[in-house]
């Protein structure tokens, strides 16, 4: 898969919630006519000096069009790009100062809203369409800027936005809708003392965990790497979950591991044994409907390679929760997956150390420190089908 597919991974999430169907099968309601564009009220409440510039990035859906939005959410396609690539138009809205607030409007957007503080992004632009930043690339431009990126989905059926932070912690932030009977739902913030205490405990973990942690030139946290891009820089080490995974199959090459994908459908299960190479795993008819390769770390911290997740009704929602339980740690404790709670998460002396210390430290325990963190609904993300406004919140780096 593409860097721009990883980094990505939430939001075809998003898209697939938007769709119908989530990663525990739940349908999304039939909803009122929502507006072509959304207010999103943009607050600085993070205690720092200097600009802020935000950014509207993302995919128009009525004509599958890649582009920018202005602050009154007019959209602008990008231009071609070349190779090297190119600058990209100035995309940048200047953002609220600290203590103040700025509304802009969203479009129907399969997007992000990016945040700088301090200087602008330098976004360009290739024969293939828009460079993300990549900042475990150490050349990247925008390596030593302070920001991040909320991902949201807007389309006729409502809106779906999360904080993610399924490739790096860093500036923080939360999320909010208001929904037509004008209650707001959020999520996203970290309890007190959360931003210090994570960076903290990821640099006091052992096994190359701290080598995640990116500083500036001040020597303060830019960002901690998710652990896929870590193994991908050289941070962290490509065998960092063996062990785990090693047990796992072993343990089931002589019992059997049941999923059952959808929270919906308790009837529909598949049942997993370890054969030879493989994790073969079988419908109730005893029909083999689908096999896993035997997957190394960066397949589970990314879900994707030999944990591929296809959009379709059965290798992808199997993939899926094999994924949330390797990152979990809970594939040895509980041989009927997906969990219902989060108890037993992240308790097994080798686990996803950046998952853990993140979601330890979230005000309502929901991140998205991985790319199907919404396996049982540990997401950090709101929607609704009438939205009539929403929330960007730049928070405290305390």
Request: aromatic share 10%.
């Amino acid at each position: 898969m593409s860097l721009q597919g990883k980094l990505l991974a939430p939001l075809v999430t998003a898209l697939l919630v938007a769709t119908g169907f989530t990663a525990t099968g739940a349908a999304t309601p039939a909803t009122a006519a929502v507006p072509s564009t959304v207010p999103l009220t943009v607050t600085n409440n993070s205690g720092r000096g200097g600009p802020v510039y935000l950014y509207n990035l993302g995919t128009l859906l009525s004509t599958g069009q890649q582009g920018w939005a202005d602050a009154g959410g007019t959209f602008h396609p990008w231009p071609a790009g070349g190779n090297p690539p190119t600058p990209a138009p100035d995309a940048a809205i200047p953002g609220p100062a600290s203590g103040q607030s700025t509304t802009i409007r969203i479009p129907k957007f399969s997007g992000r809203v990016y945040f700088s503080y301090g200087q602008k992004l330098v976004f360009k632009l290739t024969t293939g369409g828009l460079v993300q930043p990549a900042v475990q690339n150490p050349s990247d431009p925008n390596r030593n800027i302070l920001f991040n990126w909320s991902e949201y989905t807007l389309n006729d059926a409502g809106l779906w936005i999360n904080s993610t932070q399924v490739d790096m912690v860093s500036a923080p932030y939360a999320v909010g809708v208001k929904a037509g009977d004008g209650s707001v739902r959020s999520t996203g913030h970290l309890k007190p003392g959360g931003y210090s205490g994570f960076f903290g405990a990821l640099r006091g973990t052992p096994g190359g965990w701290a080598n995640l942690v990116q500083t500036g030139p001040d020597g303060s946290p830019l960002r901690a790497l998710a652990p896929g891009h870590g193994i991908e820089s050289g941070a962290l080490p490509r065998t960092v979950l063996d062990d785990y995974i090693n047990r796992v199959w072993q343990k089931y090459s002589t019992s059997t591991l049941s999923v059952t994908p959808f929270a919906d459908q308790p009837g529909t299960k598949y049942y997993g044994r370890v054969s030879g190479s493989t994790m073969d795993f079988t419908n109730s008819a005893g029909a083999v409907v689908t096999r896993f390769q035997k997957p190394d770390s960066d397949s589970v911290f990314g879900c994707y390679k030999l944990l591929d997740a296809p959009n379709d009704l059965v290798r992808g929602p199997i993939s899926r929760t094999l994924c949330a339980g390797y990152n979990r740690s809970t594939l040895l404790v509980n041989p009927n997956q997906p969990d219902t709670g989060s108890a037993a998460f992240y308790q097994d002396a080798v686990t996803n150390q950046y998952a853990r210390e993140l979601h330890a430290r979230m005000a309502d325990g929901k991140a998205y420190a991985f790319a199907f963190d919404d396996v049982g609904h540990h997401e950090s993300l709101v929607n609704d089908g009438n939205p009539q406004q929403a929330y960007l919140t730049l928070d405290p780096f305390s």
